[in-house]
């Protein structure tokens, strides 16, 4: 008892940190402790010092709750902790840890409100930390929105110092001398004569005391660790061929499966044929799962071949059938019937066009596919008592409770072992391929059986992003910008997918204008206005969710606008932004890239873009070089704000790396759909970015922001903008459609 | 069916046309042999046969004409090859997926050039894709290596 007592004043001291500055409303039940999930299944001499360290006689274990799929987040939550802990992290284990509401997402949900990242105002902010207190109570513990710096790095840090301050009173309750005069290092408490007892050597005393409450964060100026350039925890792995990744599990008597699904994603089967596909070599079964059909069998290919080899009646799903009926649905839309958001709304937007030479022009953005590298794949076994399931997600409490759902046994007899991602960029926000997969061991209980996508059905059966459309009417006078109207325009992907995970939440879609609305731009008659269309293709979340279209209307109407009022288009964006975070970096990429303008030079341009997604003002200049292959991308200059870098060496990779994939899937990417079924299925029709289109890059992160934020995706959304414009300053021709391979060369 | 793998046999019961790569992968458990795209347009599957670089998923198991290499005869944690620490030097790695085909196709590169220049490099690399965009560190992490290769 007395143990669990203690815990629970140690969860408290982590969930009263998390909540700091908090809210009035509710105070009681949503600032009330969340259980110590490391608290069951504990041996004696074990502890669970908070939910994010363990420690044994045995070694130290770190809690790093939220997902790596590529991003670095293991190694960042890792050197968090090991920062106030005083561990070398590389000696500690890293595991992700079973679902629990103790690793809720509060800053995900907080940004879902329907304010911009940059107000702070004391509406926006209350609300923020309502939602934070929502995303608790429904423990929705995923990974995504850039949200886990910004959600963790305190309560890290914080379970860190908790655990080293209590490891000190426990070498202070042992020696009787005062914990004031320990100091800690190496994962040791050194006492004043230079003896050093191992953390692990204490941990039973430290189970059994009180925990030490009054702990304080250690200053930046302090850091040994963040903040530095140090090495990644997984790359001598990743260099080595040494990582194993989710669809690399290996179980003994373990059977490999492949899914066949419709291909008109979301109709029915009539009936099916597996008599062939039984009859081949290695095959053990076919079974039914949802959407299609599943091949059991003693090797993948062996899976793959008698996959292709069923005949199935598919029936064709309710939406239209092909692209060119999508964008008329598209086109359609921008009624008021469909009208769903208007969260822009400055000046008179109607009296100022009316009269006015109106500038008007018309965006696209076309479904395109996550496909990340490693093909979806869970591995799974049932038995009467237990589900285990292997597999990479960013969705863990989702999985479990589908498995739960799935077996009738209860969520506490799910074991989920979650494994690194080969890429997602938003994929494994979705849990369908598990629940294929547990659909699929469950008809073998008691064996293993390992469930792996093809590329063709990762690539048909992607939740991809929404096609989205935009229309602008603006116009200037003497040198300004002085009226921008945005209808922006696609199916809610809050809908969609919010629809099939969680629950649709009640407001406006804010996922459908982010990008849009929400960008700091102080123009006296600004309205930007979301249309929801009709649902179509089932639409997932892609890395800068809405904004990763938006951003490309937005800030390219912009450019129109700016070009036809003659003006700078660095300085004019200057004189529209009042908010100090976004300034600076626009100044900064100026003196970066030394700006003069976009006119570098015969057959050159230079473009500029600014966006201001997941609370990060990135601004971004890009030259390029009309060469007799195409055009060439030379440079890119990029400067960002996200407030403290805790680790700059992959701050550095995931800007560089945002910025291409934001500019590979302009440049070269669409899904395009005839007879409901996607006609890109691999990878010689979807390239993305490959190395020898891949510019110089010159990256900045200023740090000078208070907020601190996440990396993974604020550097999309500028790059297709920036990269249209310098091709306009190159060509004298807008790109108003994605990919723009369909309307230029590119070397 | 015997195979030659990193200087080990081993043996294989597997049908003469299963593609390498699955027959290293779920016959003899070399994960590090990465499955990405299936048709040659990806190079995540990229092993040695003789020194060359090849897509073991266009290879069927019949024709392998040599001895084959995958990531961990090049090097391992504990003996790494250059092209290896100049990839941990660099930090290339996002999620890593692509980066054993990776590492592999630049030591075939160095092997026949080992004074790559950028358009070399691209030449080279162009096949092998990196979703996660980690392309400029591979570049500088090639011409890393190609010194330290030198100078050795």
Known sequence: MGRARTIARRSFLIGSAAILGGVAFGAYFVTRPTPNPLLNGLAEGEAALTPFVKITSQGITLIVPRADVGQGIASTQAMLIAEELDIDPAMATLDPGQPHQAYFNAAVAAESVPFPAWDHGFVASTVRDLMGHVARLTSSQFTGGSSSVADLHETLRLAGATARETLKAAAAARTGIPRSEMRTEGGHVVLPDGNRIPYTDLAAEAAAIDPVTDVTLRPASEWTRLGKPYQRLDIIAKSTGTQDYGIDVVLPGMLHATVRANPGRGGAMAGYNADAALAMQGVRSVVEVNEGLAVIADNTWFAFKAAEALEVDWLPPDYPASSAEMWQALANARTDAFRNSRLRNDGDIEVALNGATVIEAEYRAPFLAHAALEPLSATVLVDAERVQIWTATQIPAVVRDAAAALTGLDPSQVTLHVLPAGGSFGRRLDHDYVVQAIQIAATMPGTPIKTTWSREEDMTHDYPRPLHMAVGRGAVGNGRVLAYDLDTISPSLISSWFGRIFIVPPGPDTMLVWGGYDQPYAIPNYRVTGYAAPPMVPIGSWRSPGACSNSFFHESFLSELIHAAGADPLEERLRLIADADSRRVLEAVGQMSNWAGADIGPGRGRGIAFAHTHGVPVAMVIDVTMTDRGIRIDEVWIAADCGTVFDPVNAEAQLTGAAIFGLGHAMNCELTYENHAVQQTNFDVFEGMRLHQTPRFHTRLLGLAARVRGLGEPATAPAAPALADAIFAATGQRLREMPFSKSVDFA | ?152
């Open chain 2, 1 to 152: 069916m015997d195979l030659t793998i990193n200087g080990t046999s081993h043996s294989v019961d597997l049908p003469d046309d299963m593609p390498l790569l699955w027959a290293l992968r779920d016959g003899l458990n070399f994960s590090s042999v990465k499955y990405g795209c299936g048709i040659a347009q990806c190079g995540a599957c990229t092993v040695h046969i003789d020194g060359q670089a090849v897509r073991s998923c266009q290879v069927a198991l019949a024709d392998v004409w040599g001895e084959i290499t995958t990531i961990e005869g090049l090097g391992t944690p504990d003996a790494l090859h250059a092209i290896q620490a100049a990839w941990i030097d660099h930090q290339v790695a996002q999620c890593g997926y692509c980066q054993s085909g990776q590492i592999l196709q630049a030591a075939d590169l160095l092997a026949r050039n080992p004074a790559p220049t950028d358009d070399d490099i691209d030449a080279a690399m162009s096949g092998n894709l990196c979703r996660c965009g980690t392309y400029p560190r591979i570049r500088a992490a090639i011409h890393s290596a190609a010194s330290a290769m030198r100078e050795a």
